[in-house]
């Protein structure tokens, strides 16, 4: 029975037109990146690299797939969540809103089940997300710009990763990346549950994820103690995979801590959606 829901659930995704705004959004910005850096790429990498070649000589194309797949999942990870909050804030508030929700707690399903269905056809969705994402920015990357060493800029210097040792970077790190979306999504459905209207939740979580954000930037010592626990402090962890060695202790941290949100936001549903008065 959960099972056949969930796939109704994807159904009813599906038939609703804002659930193409994310795919239909990250080809365009994607598209945009991959064809601005194809007419004038080479002026940026000069002037980003033009400090080092003093000290530095950069033989090959640094200009390839895998930097570009680099710079689009880093400018993007951020503004992804709202591509998902305007699908999965709609899970549970659309259909109390229309009466539907009502309808469905007639049936013989309990409602532990409904919203689990809700909540597997939401993470379901974000995952189609992450995936095309993955496809337009490393695929569609790779055929625009071929394949090459990656030179990445972190707090330690420049590091250099060879070709052959990227695309294993790349799984991982568009699987955190999926991590932190399906802690968005769950957020979103969280208080999707708490409201009769589907504007609430997508607001609520955007305002959520930006002073997450704001918190995470400041340098003030009474927001240090909570920097390590914000959802948006370990959504770019991704990052970790490319830096040599890899500090899998603080990557697992961030996978603890975005289990966690998951966990987290997902029993507050199930204990508010059990309480909801969805019979009147």
């Known amino acids: 029975?959960?099972?056949?829901?969930?796939?109704?659930?994807?159904?009813?995704?599906l038939a609703k037109p804002r659930s193409y705004i994310g795919f239909?959004?990250?080809?365009?910005?994607?598209?945009?990146?991959?064809?601005?850096?194809?007419?004038?790429?080479?002026?940026f990498i000069s002037f980003v690299t033009a400090s080092f070649e003093q000290t530095l000589s950069f033989n090959g194309e640094i200009l390839n797939g895998n930097l570009m797949a680099f710079v689009i999942l880093q400018?993007?990870?951020?503004?992804?969540?709202?591509?998902?909050?305007?699908?999965?804030?709609?899970?549970?508030?659309g259909e109390a809103a229309m009466g539907t929700l009502r309808m469905m707690a007639t049936k013989p399903i309990s409602r532990s089940a409904i919203l689990g269905s809700k909540l597997l056809a939401g993470a379901i969705y974000t995952?189609?997300?992450?995936?095309?994402?993955?496809?337009?920015?490393?695929g569609v990357g790779q055929w625009m710009f071929g394949a090459g060493d990656l030179i990445v800029l972190n707090n330690d210097g420049l590091v250099i990763i060879p070709a052959d040792d990227i695309m294993w970077r790349y799984f991982y790190g568009f699987g955190l990346a999926y991590l932190s979306l399906l802690?968005?999504?769950?957020m979103s459905i969280c208080f999707s549950v708490f409201s009769d209207n589907s504007?609430?939740?997508?607001v609520s979580t955007m305002a959520v994820i930006i002073l997450f954000t704001i918190i995470g930037s400041l340098d003030v010592s009474s927001f240090n103690t909570l920097q390590p626990f914000l959802l948006t402090t370990h959504m770019s962890s991704w990052r970790s995979l490319f830096e040599m060695p890899v500090p899998i202790d603080s990557i697992l941290n961030s996978i603890y801590i975005l289990l966690f949100h998951i966990v987290g936001f997902a029993g507050i549903s199930f204990?508010?959606?059990?309480?909801?008065?969805?019979?009147?």
């Open 1 to 13: 029975m959960l099972l056949k829901n969930t796939w109704n659930e994807l159904i009813k995704i």
């Open 24 to 43: 239909g959004a990250l080809t365009l910005l994607i598209g945009v990146i991959l064809v601005a850096m194809k007419a004038d790429g080479q002026s």
């Open 75 to 93: 400018m993007l990870i951020i503004h992804v969540p709202l591509l998902v909050a305007l699908v999965t804030g709609d899970l549970v508030s």
């Open 127 to 138: 995952f189609l997300l992450t995936l095309w994402m993955a496809f337009m920015a490393y």
């Open 183 to 186: 802690a968005v999504a769950t």
């Open 199 to 202: 504007i609430g939740p997508i």
């Open 271 to 280: 204990w508010r959606f059990n309480k909801k008065d969805i019979n009147t």
